[in-house]
């Protein structure tokens, strides 16, 4: 008896790749620079997703720094486009020093400097819930419960009513980022920010950085300590002359560099196997 089988065949995928999705944080050829002969941001490319934790190394001059306070908005740029989560968020004007800047994007991004920056004249209460009520209008009940909670959070609500003259290098920092937590951002930006700090208080410091990354804040952080850049970077980014020279996960990047320059430069700072 002949037996006829047939194989039946799928029929083609025709559906379409799901897409990337949109970068959170995305620098289209940004160019910045302080007058004629000193360029820090050339032509700069590059883009984040709402998990990553962007660590930005390089020598002295190479516009790390720049890059935050344009990402804060405290400075302009001369070229090119900076978007965040999907909107333009920063472009050139005729005024450098008054760029078009989407102010509503900008609450939504918090900075911790290298020196603290807190206001010596108010109380560490007063630090914490000035922002909330001024420009979010945030009741002082609610600011106050707020500036609680994250004191807890950070080892400090014992320190609610100290001056910032009263506090350690390390905790001054701490409530500087607590001051920058309480509007909520959706990405932190960290500029050097234990670099004046006592090597234990470096530690302090860190610790709370760490506790941003295990939560999944988006983070870009400057700095010059490579080894804590390995431990909380999802990518590292390593810039020279205001452009991107290399870039990659940090166990690739610190170990092994494609460019001649990186290594040069991890030489110096890292003992490179």
């Known amino acids: 008896m002949n037996v006829h089988t047939s194989i039946a065949t799928r029929p083609p995928d025709t559906a379409a790749p799901p897409l990337a999705p949109a970068p959170f944080v995305e620098l289209r050829e940004v160019y910045k620079s302080y007058g004629e002969h000193l360029v820090v941001m050339d032509g700069l490319s590059l883009d984040m997703q709402a998990d990553d934790r962007l660590v930005i190394i390089g020598p002295s001059g190479s516009g790390?720094?720049?890059?935050?306070?344009?990402?804060?908005g405290l400075e302009g740029i001369q070229g090119g486009e900076i978007q965040f989560q999907g909107r333009s968020y920063m472009r050139p004007s005729k005024s450098a020093a008054q760029p078009v800047l989407d102010r509503a994007l900008q609450r939504?991004?918090?900075?911790?400097?290298?020196?603290?920056t807190l206001f010596p004249h108010l109380s560490v209460l007063g630090n914490l819930i000035l922002a909330p009520m001024k420009s979010a209008g945030m009741s002082k009940r609610d600011a106050t419960e707020r500036a609680r909670?994250?004191?807890?959070?950070?080892?400090?609500?014992?320190?609610?009513?100290?001056?910032?003259?009263?506090?350690?290098?390390?905790?001054?920092?701490?409530v500087a980022i607590a001051r920058a937590l309480m509007l909520e951002p959706r990405l932190m930006l960290f500029d050097e920010v234990t670099s004046a700090l006592d090597p234990e208080m470096v530690v302090e410091v860190q610790n709370v950085m760490l506790q941003l990354a295990e939560q999944k804040m988006a983070m870009i952080i400057v700095t010059h300590d490579m080894h804590f850049a390995r431990?909380?970077?999802?990518?590292?980014?390593?810039?020279?002359?205001?452009?991107?020279?290399e870039q990659g996960p940090p166990a690739q990047l610190f170990r092994q560099p494609r460019e001649s320059r990186t290594r040069e430069f991890l030489e110096k700072v890292l003992h490179l196997d």
């Open 149 to 174: 909670a994250y004191l807890a959070r950070l080892g400090l609500e014992s320190k609610l009513h100290a001056y910032p003259s009263q506090l350690s290098g390390g905790q001054k920092q701490r």
């Open 231 to 245: 431990d909380i970077a999802t990518r590292v980014i390593f810039c020279a002359n205001g452009s991107i020279v």
């Open 64 to 72: 790390k720094s720049s890059l935050l306070r344009c990402m804060m």
């Open 108 to 116: 939504q991004i918090g900075m911790v400097f290298q020196h603290y």
